[in-house]
């Protein structure tokens, strides 16, 4: 059940920018993701964004260069299956580097931010996933800004919503 379940997950890496997002955002993770098990290909996959845009890479490969923090089930697996296949309309967009520096200065000056920058043709990590809630109408991210909301703060609505089930760090290795 766990490995074909649609989810959603929080990491970070060593990297530099993985360092200085949990500095400006004062959390424990720099990166959101979608976790999904592609049954063409056999293969767990995550759907990311990259420095380059958005993109999915299979499971062993993005293990090897992530630190999986926390992640978790998505409830009512049809939706979210449904939810995926409307997220993936923004496969192959370009990163959005403004959006994910509003995010990070939020914290300091976030009655000034009302999203100046609008871009629907990029997505940042937590954007992304956030559009993806908001696609398959779950209520955990529907107040939120897509363009100004942090891994970190998402991972805490996603932490406090009981119907989000967490994954052990053991789980979902393949």
């Known amino acids: 059940m766990i490995l074909d379940s649609v989810t959603v997950g929080f990491s970070t890496t060593s990297k530099w920018l993985s360092r200085l997002i949990r500095l400006f955002t004062k959390s424990r993770v720099s990166h959101a993701w979608i976790g999904y098990y592609d049954e063409t290909l056999d293969k767990r996959m995550v759907m990311q964004v990259e420095a380059w845009g958005y993109e999915v890479r299979p499971w062993s490969r993005w293990m090897k260069q992530n630190r999986r923090v926390a992640e978790f089930i998505v409830p009512t697996q049809e939706r979210a299956r449904q939810a995926l296949r409307g997220i993936s309309a923004f496969l192959g967009v370009k990163y959005d580097f403004t959006a994910a520096f509003l995010a990070g200065v939020k914290r300091w000056w976030g ?64």
């Open 111 to 174: 009655r000034f931010l009302k999203r100046p920058y609008h871009n629907p043709g990029k997505l940042m990590c937590s954007e992304a996933v956030v559009r993806f809630l908001q696609l398959g109408g779950y209520p955990v991210a529907a107040d939120l800004d897509p363009e100004t909301t942090s891994p970190g703060e998402l991972l805490i609505r996603v932490e406090q919503d009981p119907t989000f089930t967490s994954l052990p760090p053991s789980a979902a290795r393949n």
